[in-house]
């Protein structure tokens, strides 16, 4: 019945973490999602880091791996568990350093994954969207504000080069500790850029509510660049981003709503088909 009226179309494809910097049981999540009615979820747990840029709150990469494992086997048991009341789907959401592709293509090969979220939290090195400080000295290292959001994109299309992405996790999470989003004639540029190669590379657009209790206060992405890749034609669909299983749908009423004001009709789900996943239009 997925994708049915009755259903509605709360979805989510990003979220679901608790290994590292979330808690709870997965199973309490996909409870959290039948109860509301959900047509499709996924989980998209943290990649674990590369070892030579450890998350903060990552235990040793042995451990993170086994761990990790864990998840894997725990999202392929629930989604028989529950194949009668919700499409799940095992994701995985990967972390772009320009100097570890190879470790981000061969991690991604150990696993069955049905989807893949690509983000970018790391900037020159440092993992900007942790703490003010490191936001600020990841600017330093760059240049300033503008020069860190241009090497923020830039990552962000060294990631979609790979062809690895099926949903680009909070396109501008660069603006995550900015009171105003950063700007500039060369932002807008690397903005652009980024757009066109979403375009290009078809991929979806996570629209996150998790903006909206940073220091940033927004939706990622902001109204403005919603706009504009929707007049690109590109696909969007809601990312809850949670934690903890009591975050499941939290702020999805607003992401909804920044959807329709972008000029969005539908959103996008990603369904189970046999032994592939498909891409399925919900009404918004
Ligand atoms: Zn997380
Ligand atoms: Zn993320």
Redesign the pocket.
């Known amino acids: 019945m997925a994708g049915s009226p009755e259903r509605g179309s709360l979805v989510s494809y990003h979220g679901g973490h608790t290994l590292y910097d979330g808690t709870g049981r997965l199973e309490d999540f996909v409870q959290a999602a039948v109860r509301q009615g959900f047509a499709g979820l996924g989980f998209s747990e943290h990649m674990p880091a590369p070892p030579r840029y450890p998350y903060p709150d990552q235990p040793s990469w042995d451990e993170a791996v086994r761990k990790f494992d864990r998840y894997v086997d725990t999202v392929q048991e629930l989604k028989v568990t529950y194949r009668d009341e919700l499409p799940l789907l095992l994701g995985i959401?990967v972390e772009y350093l320009p100097d570890e592709e190879e470790y981000l293509t061969d991690f991604l090969a150990r696993y069955p994954f049905d989807y893949v979220v690509g983000?970018v939290?790391y900037v020159a090195g440092i993992g900007f969207d942790h703490c003010r400080e490191w936001y600020d000295e990841a600017a330093q290292k760059c240049g300033g504000y503008e020069n860190l959001a241009v090497s923020y994109y830039t990552n962000v299309r060294g990631l979609l080069a790979l062809g690895v992405t099926d949903v680009l996790?909070?396109l501008d999470?660069i603006n995550i500790f900015s009171p105003a989003p950063i700007s500039g004639d060369d932002v807008a540029e690397a903005e652009e850029a980024t757009l066109a190669a979403a375009l290009q590379w078809n991929v979806i657009l996570d629209v996150n509510g998790r903006g909206l209790i940073k220091p940033c206060k927004q939706i990622y992405p902001r109204a403005e660049l919603l706009r504009k890749a929707r007049e690109m034609g590109i696909p969007a669909t809601f990312g809850d981003?949670s934690h903890a299983p009591d975050q499941v749908g939290a702020r999805l009423d607003e992401v909804r709503a920044s959807m329709r004001v972008a000029g969005y009709q539908t959103v996008t789900a990603l369904l189970p088909d046999g032994h592939q996943i498909q891409r399925v239009e919900l009404p918004l």
């Open positions: 959401e983000s939290h996790g909070h999470l981003d």
